[in-house]
């Protein structure tokens, strides 16, 4: 493309000098031009990129410190002769690569769900000629013929434009069907108001049109998208930063403890170098928690199930847990916040003001007045007003299958449909009785639509509804109860200014007498001299649960920032009903994109509000919220709404009314496209990350105990009361038995009364590593007090050693009542009656330590012997001394320091 080309601003350019800057003409390009403009531009299409291979998006699954860690422990388990341990670890390394190796082409996807979008076949005019040919091969330059249903193939400027109406809700999010003109529009004009462009990847809903090719492919707006949502970087989640923390960090512990025993072991207590280096294994296989990243993958494969039972799919794993600390929630307002569905909401008349209760297009809803409700088939002037809105009107209303109401046509006259239904029309019995003879078609060059109809008497009457500015001009008479009156246009200005300052799309709607027997309605005939007969105030009205989920979200200290593609008024005016914000707090692109990124961040920080938002700010907005530290997410069902839905933290897709591309490019996915579902969400994924930090804080302390047996007996010289072997058996049999158990918790009831958490706060909090250290050494304590107990009534090692490893597994069994609540100390008794799975947990580890214990072949396999009924009681007395002990300093911490064990402050 030329530098004039690339220069040029088409909205804002004649037709003429469009032309001559594309060297074009209206009636195509010679076959010979738009082959060397092929050749010169490239095919109408988005590049496809270059992938990763294979092999390489295999590799970097295993490319983590954590998985290296696993891989230790399996070594070391294969080491110590437990092939079918090490072969479970591996499997945990399979499991993970395989989900990442899934979820790695999210990118290449949603890429190749906006080339898709790109239509298949084109009409433009070659020569003079027209000429179907395939989308690819469309140049710029080309003359593009549009008609109703085609999705249009190229950016075009419109050279001719005939009643002509665009969706452009993929780009702009705009709710209805966008009026389009030839006439040019000023250069800074945002995307939704350039009305003389139609843009590839948009549906024509209605009318005729022809445009002259601006850009294609990668140089398209939908082009433009795709380069920006290829570029766009993914964030790690807060879970995998940490984890990856935590995984350095237990690394550089373990590798530094064993390196230290194992030299303590051999210059010190005179170890020979073999002995000491399978006691460093066995402490290897204590330090590490093999187990944790399977339970925790478990877990969120939970949060997954119960996310899914409140209507939002996860598509990324840790997504799951990246909800709990969400700090912002930005979202779309059409149908996310609001119902997707146009709705006429006030029917302003001379002499009265009506209130239509219902949403969405359901035709039930009652009519009132000052609060007052009212019989409609008692107002003669409302059943004039809605009757016109029903004969003047393309669209139709019907139930499908699952017995919804949807509209087939424009969702402004939907509503009207609704609105005469409510009123107690029947539109189809009103068509037969007012037959329609003429009509003449919207148009965006003025504005309106008009019908011509007969009456059962055979008088001709107009029934004309359009914007309200247009048909004011046209109206000389207003409706009154008492007949016609000259009208007063002061008193309509003011009520057409207080309805859009209040959010409201308006409609005028009038009517003319015409000459019995009059069969076709010419501009003359309704161009003066109408009746005005009322305005509608329409508005895609919010969800009420939207509204409870928003004052939910306040109450738990999470923002909520609208950022939409539609009108400023209509965005400040749902979200003040919303309870969002103040009706003045917003700001629309043009006030932001001229913006750096310091001083947009420090604007932004007291707006709730972006009205006009188009993706690249939609982006922009996202990575200043980020920086400013907020953990985010971002809903969205448009193809403009996809960068910002990749670089959020969580990027939530509507699943009924959202694009592939937006879906492509999103963690989560909600099925019913309700806001309200994202907080029930959050509350899920709270629920996750509580249970994930109660899996951590059940599974360090209880390795941490381990470990301290081994570190103990090294240092003071003393017998190891557990073997290796045995170590290992207790890991395997507890913290699956034990640990996964803590993923079924049901959510706290302060749950959603708690603020955000800190996203970069540490997993390994100071008050955490104080209940490791505090735990390790009770753990530590009690194991050799039972060995030694045991040792002075006359028990041989391998009895003293049976007796310690059933006491360290009782003991873990009673820490994990103590875990399961985090926040109180009252409800921990209640926590040893257990939901089902702690039962099922605890029993399958009662039975495994009986066989462990009794049964010959283990007796030989881990050098065990049977425990009698006496010492049994004692081992229970071991575990319930624990936590005793546990609760008090839970109960110290709460009363002295008002904080949970985690050390978290309490209300």
């Not at 928690?289 to 199930?305: D, F, K, R, S, Y």
């Amino acid at each position: 493309m030329s530098d004039k080309q690339q220069q040029s601003i088409w909205h804002a350019s004649e037709i003429s000098e469009t032309l001559q800057n594309l060297e074009a003409t209206s009636n195509g390009l010679t076959d010979k031009e738009a082959t060397a403009r092929l050749v010169r531009y490239g095919p109408n299409a988005l590049p496809a990129g270059v992938g990763k291979s294979v092999f390489q998006r295999l590799l970097a699954q295993i490319d983590n410190l954590l998985i290296y860690v696993l891989i230790g422990a399996a070594v070391v388990s294969a080491l110590l002769g437990h092939i079918i341990d090490a072969s479970v670890i591996l499997a945990v390394v399979v499991l993970n690569a395989v989900i990442g190796f899934i979820q790695e082409g999210r990118a290449e996807q949603a890429l190749e769900a906006i080339r898709k979008m790109i239509s298949q076949k084109a009409s433009v005019l070659r020569q003079g000629q027209r000429v179907t040919l395939n989308a690819s091969e469309v140049v710029p330059g080309d003359v593009l013929l549009l008609e109703a249903g085609d999705r249009i193939a190229a950016d075009v400027r419109l050279i001719k434009s005939r009643n002509l109406r665009v969706d452009e809700a993929i780009l702009t999010g705009e709710s209805v069907p966008v009026g389009k003109s030839t006439d040019v529009v000023a250069s800074n004009a945002p995307l939704g108001d350039r009305t003389p462009m139609a843009y590839s990847g948009t549906l024509i809903t209605s009318g005729l049109g022809t445009g002259v090719v601006v850009a294609t492919g990668a140089r398209s707006e939908l082009g433009r998208i795709s380069a920006l949502l290829g570029k766009v970087e993914q964030l790690e989640t807060p879970l995998i930063r940490q984890m990856n923390e935590f995984a350095r960090f237990l690394t550089i512990v373990i590798l530094g403890l064993s390196t230290v025993t194992l030299a303590f072991a051999v210059l010190v207590r005179n170890y020979t170098l073999s002995e000491a280096f399978m006691m460093m294994v066995g402490m290897a296989v204590a330090a590490i928690p093999e187990g944790l990243p399977a339970v925790m993958t478990i877990t969120l494969a939970i949060g997954v199930e119960r996310m899914a039972a409140r209507n939002a799919i996860i598509r990324r794993l840790p997504a799951v847990e990246t909800l709990g600390s969400v700090s912002t929630i930005c979202s779309d307002k059409t149908g996310t916040f609001t119902r997707n569905e146009m709705t006429v909401a006030k029917v302003v008349m001379a002499d009265n003001i009506f209130n239509v209760g219902g949403t969405g297009y359901e035709p039930k809803g009652d009519f009132s007045i000052k609060d007052q409700k009212i019989d409609p088939a008692k107002e003669v002037g409302l059943l004039r007003l809605t009757r016109t809105g029903l004969l003047c009107n393309g669209a139709s209303l019907r139930q499908d299958e699952n017995q919804t109401w949807i509209i087939d046509g424009d969702p402004m006259e939907g509503a009207l449909v609704t609105l005469g239904l409510k009123a107690g029309y029947d539109q189809q019995n009103l068509a037969k009785q007012f037959v329609r003879v003429d009509e003449i078609p919207f148009d965006a060059r003025y504005r309106y639509m008009a019908t011509l109809h007969h009456s059962p008497d055979q008088t001709a009457f107009a029934c004309i509804k359009g914007a309200p500015e247009s048909i004011l001009e046209m109206c000389a008479f207003q409706a009154e109860a008492s007949g016609q009156a000259p009208i007063n246009k002061v008193f309509w200005l003011n009520a057409i200014d207080e309805l859009a300052r209040k959010g409201h799309r308006v409609l005028s709607i009038a009517s003319q007498s015409l000459p019995e027997g009059k069969n076709e309605l010419e501009f003359e005939d309704i161009e003066q001299g109408l009746t005005l007969e009322g305005i509608v105030g329409l508005i895609d009205p919010p969800r009420p649960e939207a509204i409870t989920a928003v004052a939910e979200c306040q109450a738990s200290g999470i923002a909520v920032k609208m950022i939409t593609g539609d009108h400023a008024a209509t965005a400040s005016a749902i979200a003040a009903k919303l309870g969002i914000i103040a009706p003045d707090k917003v700001a629309t692109g043009q006030d932001l994109e001229g913006l750096d990124q310091a001083t947009l961040c420090k604007t932004i920080a007291t707006i709730s509000v972006f009205a006009r938002a188009s993706p690249e700010l939609k982006l922009r907005l996202v990575e200043a919220m980020q920086s400013d530290g907020a953990v985010i997410a971002m809903t969205g069902d448009g193809v403009n709404d996809a960068p910002a839905l990749k670089r959020a933290d969580v990027g939530v897709a509507m699943g009924i009314n959202g694009t592939d591309v937006a879906q492509e490019a999103s963690d989560m996915v909600l099925i019913d496209d309700n806001f309200a579902s994202i907080v029930a969400a959050t509350r899920e994924g709270r629920t996750v990350y509580d249970n994930l930090t109660k899996v951590i804080g059940w599974t360090l302390p209880t390795s941490g105990g381990e470990t301290l047996i081994i570190v103990a007996a090294v240092l003071f010289g003393l017998t190891l009361p557990v073997t290796p072997v045995q170590i290992l058996w207790i890991n395997m049999v507890t913290v699956v038995g034990l640990g996964l158990v803590l993923a079924f918790e049901p959510p706290e009831p302060d749950i959603m009364r708690r603020p955000p958490r800190d996203a970069n706060a540490p997993l390994l909090t100071g008050f955490l590593v104080w209940r490791i250290i505090f735990v390790s050494v009770l753990f530590a304590t009690g194991a050799f007090s039972m060995f030694a107990w045991a040792e002075t009534h006359g028990a041989s090692h391998e009895l003293a050693r049976t007796i310690v490893v059933n006491a360290i597994v009782v003991m873990e069994v009673f820490y994990l009542f103590s875990v399961r609540y985090m926040r109180t100390t009252s409800l921990t008794w209640r926590g040893m009656l257990g939901t089902p799975a702690v039962l099922l947990g605890v029993g399958s580890i009662v039975f495994l330590q009986l066989a462990f214990t009794y049964l010959p072949f283990m007796q030989i396999l881990f050098q065990t012997q049977p425990v009698s009924i006496t010492d049994g009681l004692v081992i229970i007395g071991a575990g319930l001394a624990l936590f005793i002990i546990l609760e008090i300093e839970k109960l110290i911490r709460r009363r002295v320091f008002s904080q949970d064990w985690l050390g978290r402050n309490l209300p």
